[in-house]
């Protein structure tokens, strides 16, 4: 007998299940049903800083599958169609058509949850005003690029993380005023303050204006009811127009209201093999799950394409009649601003606080290729060891070009458990134009090894 | 009382034993004495390409470490000072002074081998001419780029490794018509001809001659006693300077004479703690020593300045009391010809079927950034694993601009043993500036995981 597999949300994590079931199980033995309140598939929701900034020219070029392709690829798919309603003990979908207002019950054997995530927008007043932007959809991005006409001067970016900084060099780079909002003492709040200092200093060079220790509290309109400026707990800050950066939550209301298991930042919990917790045949993955990270034991909430990527992946592939898992994360995560680079994995001192941890932390400044190497560039690198194990907790680097991708050999160490010692004996690759002899991340081990008395392992 | 510590060779590894032992242990415990045939200390010699090639300006930016910085730490530095014989039953060695041929006998508590190595140079005729260069030292270094005027107009540089290809690099960023005489069938040959292939084809783009298949067998001298052409098995080569990259071998005579034990590749064997086997308070590190291959457990040469730091570390260490230890490698190295960026971790075909596995190969192709992120390079990726469990076994790269430090992410997962299905769940640093959706690395790990049936884990 056919099955029938319904997805809700045509993106990353949605859309990558559909295609990998689709590849492994037939026509005739799978039926998929897939439904998208939006009019796009499968793009790139982190490439809309560049969109907006100019550097990436076509809206085309985010899209990585179109709707046709996944139509020809044997995937029904209704574009416009929001579920309203899921009825889990019933194993049905309530779907709305958003033209037509069409209401309409759909049965599944299996259900993909793929609903993705919502920016957080503040319920002050004027931040629902036109010209107020979030950038989380591609309709998002081409209403702000459709705002940024000649007469549009200063822009304030509310909101100093990921996508803050990422929109404060878009608007940049169109050639505006720039003022970044931002409520933490420093911004990446996803950094130690110490490292979150180099980004602000580096923001401050480029010529962004970086206030912190603010809240925007209210976006003042001019006569046309068009923003003039945002007011802040600091002060007024010139804005034609505003962009929101303050991040995203997951979208599990239509979870939530069936009944299933939200974990304690509002997504859905799965076991490793992307399963709902407590389900027979209901999968989530995306940005509406929280994921385990493996460094601290606890779940937490990440908003990021690669592991929406992995997690359709892995339910596709579990669908389909494979075996496949999701262990968790480590909390990686990178950006840039202008020629500035910023990453992190594993724990900051906060987060391994907030764990229990006792940890010692080393900050060592180097270059990213051999010091004498031309153009070679400094960066900085935070390392974080547990006391008495001396295992890699967390490691941050701020730094110029070729800095940032090191992250991945903590990511790695992290997933294997290495402790600073072995971390220094690690053979990773040398040659001037690369790296200094030491590698920028292994000085850090050395420095942090010493101070929790290992040496190289 | 006071230990004598006599250190053999005054470069990377002998200096930095000396140097952390020296932190480790005050003036009145530990007296030093490093003996250095040369004129300098600590210098870079993986940076002398960059430097012949014009990139680095100062022969000086090569040098980490300056005989009177050594000495100002408490060394003490004889430098144009050979060692000509190790009595190692008599715990003491025989120096020659190179200026005066004055002998002396010097005894030692603890001694640290660090003679490194010396470069191939084949008998052939005409291989001893003035203008044929070695660029294994900073003399060496210095002798080329004092050849390279106006009337020199093309090179021959015999050997396509690594060194070799740097080479090529430098003598084209001079200006000059380069031919690469190699041996095998494909440049690099310590990636898979596969890959080698596109090295050779990038070195086409550059204008470099790259003529393979061909051994170097004569160099040809003009009336001045000068090259004027290089002839191989395959024909004759214009040749106003000839530069030699054929790699070098463990310069171990002394060590032989002394009755140590060397390995099949000629290079001294060592423990963990890098204590040579069978002796008590001898130490050797370097490019004089075998390493042990954690992925094909067997012992190989490999010289390289990273090594050679992190030998000198784990000797410093111990002989100043502490615990270090240096695992093995898993033969991770990097190069770039120009754009073109290379790098292989782990084993090639030939070198797992050497090693008697059985293995799966896939080879991918990529962008180093997202595909849409402006000015995105292209890289191929090259993945090997065992066949029935899944264990990565090698990881090759060529590409564009951001593609080999990648290799690292392989590195570390050579050493802590993960499958290729492990690899595919590894958080790595994700946004479009940085790395396409799924990293090049992970792609690949897709691929093979796939051929060797094993999922996401």
Redesign the interface.
Known sequence: MTEHLVVIGGD?AGMSAAAQARRRRGLDDLRITAFERGSFTSY?A??IP?WVGG??AEQD??I?RTPEQHRANGIDLRLRTEVIELDHAGRRVLTRELETGKEQWTGYDQLVIATGAEPVRPAHPGFDAPGVHGVHTLDEGAALIDTLHEDVRSAVVVGGG?IGVELAEAMLLRGLHVTLVHRPAEPMPTLDPDLGRLVRLGMDKLGIEVVTGAEAVEVLLGPDGRPRAVRSTVGEHPADVVVLGLGVRPRTALARAAGLTLGAHGGLLTDETMRVAGTDGVWAGGDCVEVLNLVSGAYQHVA????A??HG??IG?NIGG??????G????????VCDLEI?R?GLNEREAAAAGLRWTAAVIESTAQ?G???GATTMTVKMLAEQGTGRLLGVQIVGGA?S??????A??????G?TVG?L????????????P???PVLVAA?KVATLVGQ???
């Open positions: 990353a790139s982190c490439g560049y550097e990436v070029a985010l990585a990921y990021l394409g690669t592991h990527n992995k992946l892995v592939t494979g075996r496949a898992s999701f262990p994360v480590v909390g990686t995560a990178v950006t840039k990453a994995t051999a004498y190497y031309p070729g940032a991708k090191r992250i991945d050999v990511a790695v160490a992290l997933s294997c290495l072995q220094i004996s690690l053979d990773l690759a040398y040659a001037p134009p690369f790296s002899v030491w590698d050395r040496g190289p392992s």
